[in-house]
């Protein structure tokens, strides 16, 4: 078993609780990969505008294709189980409406998004809120009154699960019944890629970053370009739920770090 780095590093590690690989040229944390006889390899697979005919069904066409694109699909999206006290997004819910508005991007990229935004210590009120949602989604026009008010609850959700004595935030995945490993990681791949662009989008970055929320930063980059080698390898599922473990993780880390003297959070309501 060892850790592959984006780079060809290797590293041989002894269990799947040791997710980091430091490069030994430059001592930074940027891959993640347990690997038995088969890799779990970090590479780029999904680019944004491969596909915009036929759906998201297309893309994925072995299963429900849970994280393709919206586009002409009536297929439906589940959320990973949720924590009851702290995740109140119904997953279906989403994808109807995402379907119904034609949005581009999936759930677990806007709540990528919105999560590394929010991390930054940058807040939005509700109005520019609603445009930057429009955006990321690449909306054609306005967002419906259905759809706004979903997205003002999805705000307030992914604020108060990320503010949250309890530390209960969860990464908004889908669960194993809806989705092969294959497009968990997908997902995971997408939520990792909305975390930075919204990070990257908010405008907090000045000066130094934290170390450890540059370390951790570096390893949802690595996490934003993941596939498999081998659909079919039975550790693939132990690996996916460590990966994203690790990946909530590091948005409350990034979240800590970023909001250490940022003002009590406010909600959109």
């Not at 000066?207 to 550790?235: C, H, R």
């Amino acid at each position: 078993m060892a850790l592959f780095c984006s780079r060809s590093s290797w590293c041989t590690v002894s269990s799947f609780s040791i997710l980091r690989c430091r490069l030994w040229s430059s001592g930074f944390c940027i891959a993640i990969i347990v690997v038995s006889e088969n890799r779990l390899t970090i590479r780029g697979r999904w680019r944004r505008g491969q596909s915009t005919e036929g759906g998201f069904a297309a893309l994925f066409p072995s299963a429900s294709g849970i994280c393709g694109f919206f586009r002409g699909s009536n297929d439906r999206m589940t959320a990973f189980p949720p924590v009851e006290d702290v995740m109140t997004i119904e997953f279906s819910a989403a994808a109807d409406l995402w379907l119904e508005s034609r949005c581009y991007q999936t759930p677990s990229a806007l709540h990528g998004w919105l999560t590394g935004y929010l991390a930054s210590g940058a807040r939005l009120k509700a109005a520019d809120w609603l445009l930057e949602a429009q955006e990321y989604l690449e909306l054609e026009e306005t967002p419906e009154a259905p759809l706004q008010a979903f997205l003002q609850t999805f705000y307030d959700d992914v604020l108060l699960g990320l503010s949250g004595e309890s530390m209960e935030f969860s990464v908004l995945l889908p669960a194993d019944e809806d989705a092969d490993i294959d497009e968990q990681v997908e997902c995971l791949a997408q939520w990792s890629k909305g975390f930075l662009d919204g990070f990257g989008a908010s405008g907090q970055i000045q000066g130094k970053v934290p170390e450890d929320v540059l370390e951790v930063l570096q390893d949802l980059d690595a996490f934003s370009q993941a596939s498999l080698d081998d659909p079919q390898d039975p550790q693939n599922e132990m690996l996916y739920l460590e990966l994203a473990e690790h990946a909530r993780v590091a948005a409350l880390t990034v979240f800590y770090g970023m909001n250490k003297t940022a003002p009590a959070p406010k909600t959109l309501h």
